[in-house]
């Protein structure tokens, strides 16, 4: 029998947490979560990223291309994992518990940044004002008071906003939308918080 690597055997190890690879490319992307390297940049918007896949899944937000369609009520994603979470929606699955409470959350991400609520912790700060948050979702939109950007743009009246959510709320006032209802009267209403106001 020839001498050589077995199929599937790992032979290169993080000294730091001592996980292991199949070749020496693999440990040198998983040394990325300690070193901080972000190779991969975005040329449109100049996000950084330390896998070329990553980058590849964050140019489809300024491409638009949405390959990844839900079979069961036909909505497109950017990327297959945004997809298998979206699934949860139909399903129910909810298996990202938190220890501390009890919440369930479809993603694993929403787990990690509810846990913050608990331990008060806000990584995502801003570097004008010192402002910190919980996940930089909401520091992107908050850097947008600062640079005066607004990105969403109405093809109906012309209105821009900061965030996704005002833009989505914003367009309900021409869909005449009403997505949200209350479960004591039955009546429905274009956004969430008249819901819990009333």
């Excluded at 190779?39 to 330390?50: H, I, V």
Aim: aromatic content about 8%; overall charge positive.
């Amino acid at each position: 029998m020839a001498s050589g690597t077995h199929r599937g055997e790992k032979r290169s190890k993080c000294e730091t947490c001592g996980a292991a690879f199949r070749d020496n490319g693999g440990l040198k992307r998983h040394m990325r979560t300690y070193t901080g390297e972000r190779p991969y940049k975005c040329e449109t918007c100049g996000a950084a990223f330390s896998e070329h896949g990553n980058l590849k899944s964050h140019m489809r937000t300024h491409t638009g291309e949405r390959p990844h369609k839900c079979e069961t009520c036909g909505a497109r994603f950017s990327q297959n994992c945004t997809l298998s979470q979206h699934m949860r929606t139909h399903t129910g699955e909810r298996p990202y518990k938190c220890e501390t409470c009890g919440a369930a959350f479809s993603a694993n991400r929403n787990l990690k940044t509810h846990i913050r609520t608990h331990t008060g912790e806000r990584p995502h700060k801003c570097e004008t004002c010192g402002a910190a948050f919980r996940t930089g979702g909401t520091l992107t939109i908050h850097v947008r008071t600062h640079t005066g950007e607004k990105p969403y743009k109405c093809s109906t009246c012309g209105l821009t906003f900061t965030s996704s959510s005002n833009f989505d709320s914003h367009m309900r006032i021409h869909t005449g939308e009403k997505p949200y209802k209350c479960e004591i009267c039955g009546a429905c209403f274009g956004l969430k918080y008249t819901v819990k106001n009333i």
